[in-house]
């Protein structure tokens, strides 16, 4: 093995040659599969999009490198299913640009955090971690309740991730800032285009207890009360119901076996 090696060392031409065939192996291994995407990849018609204070929110998220301590992809493994929920699917990451699966947990996987903690908490746990976990080892982000959130510019977040396909409408982008205060003003009169555009179900509330404020910490709260509840594919099971062959005697109708969706889980071993 090694004399074979040492011989295509000293022919320059063979030894390129070798590692651009090397090289075309793995690229095929991992570009193949592209090609089959729509196959592969889940159907959520009940998918919608992030509001322009969610985007906000998870730029934030990714500012402050919180990816680097929280993963946000459950594994196929019974402990995680257990602990956390369904495992993700690849669907519930179609929006995101770009993925936030992680590779290691400092802290909990955060794929199905939404809904699970009150915005009171969350807003306590970001002021400082040790009043409400005192073992947390998280630093805290204190200065989110004090500093105003920027929405000038989420019109142009928004018009970038339309252009790597999230389907945002250009009322959607027109009115970006507008929406981003009134998601978190339940109040004012901008509110009622939040639910317009992004749907009834659409939290609309002061994210961080203060309804006549929009700061980060409205953003970040939104973003993490939204995390895993884009779409309820991974909450939906798929129904299988054998029918016996025609012809067959005494064919004793099976009661629908009810098994979890067959789903593509979003990625490898965080």
């Known amino acids: 093995m090694f004399g074979l090696h040492y011989r295509l060392e000293r022919k320059t031409l063979g030894f390129v040659l070798a590692v651009i065939g090397v090289a075309s192996i793995g690229g095929l291994v991992e570009i ?3 090609f089959t995407i729509n196959q592969t990849v889940e159907d959520a018609p009940d998918m919608r999009v992030y509001t322009p ?18 993963s946000q992809m459950i594994r196929t493994l019974r402990d995680e299913v257990e602990r956390y929920g369904p495992y993700s699917l690849a669907v519930e990451s179609k929006y995101d640009h770009p993925m ?3 590779s290691k947990r400092t802290g909990p996987d955060l794929a199905r955090n939404g809904g699970k903690y009150s915005d009171a908490w969350h807003v306590a ?35 970038s991730l339309r252009a790597v ?19 978190a003003a339940p109040d004012s009169p901008f509110a009622e285009g939040v639910s317009k555009r992004y749907g009834e179900a659409t939290s609309v509330r002061a994210f961080d207890g203060k309804p006549n404020e929009l700061t980060e910490m409205d953003a970040v709260v939104a973003y993490l009360q939204i995390l895993g509840r ?41």
């Open 230 to 270: 884009l779409t309820d594919a991974a909450h939906k099971p798929a129904v299988a119901t054998e029918t016996a062959p025609a012809g067959t005697k005494s064919a004793e109708a099976k009661p629908a076996e009810t098994k979890p969706a067959e789903a593509t889980p979003s990625g490898g071993k965080p």
């Open 165 to 183: 396909g999230v389907p945002y409408t250009d009322e959607m982008i027109a009115n970006a800032s507008a929406d981003a205060y009134g998601q």
């Open 32 to 34: 193949a599969p592209l």
């Open 125 to 159: 746990h970001l002021n400082n971690p040790r009043d409400v976990v005192p073992v947390s080892i998280m630093p805290a982000y204190s200065w989110f309740l004090r500093t105003p959130l920027r929405t000038d510019d989420l019109g142009k977040h928004l018009r």
């Open 53 to 70: 204070l969610e985007v906000a929110g998870r730029n934030i998220y990714i500012r402050e490198g919180c990816y680097a301590c929280h």
């Open 100 to 102: 936030l699966w992680g």
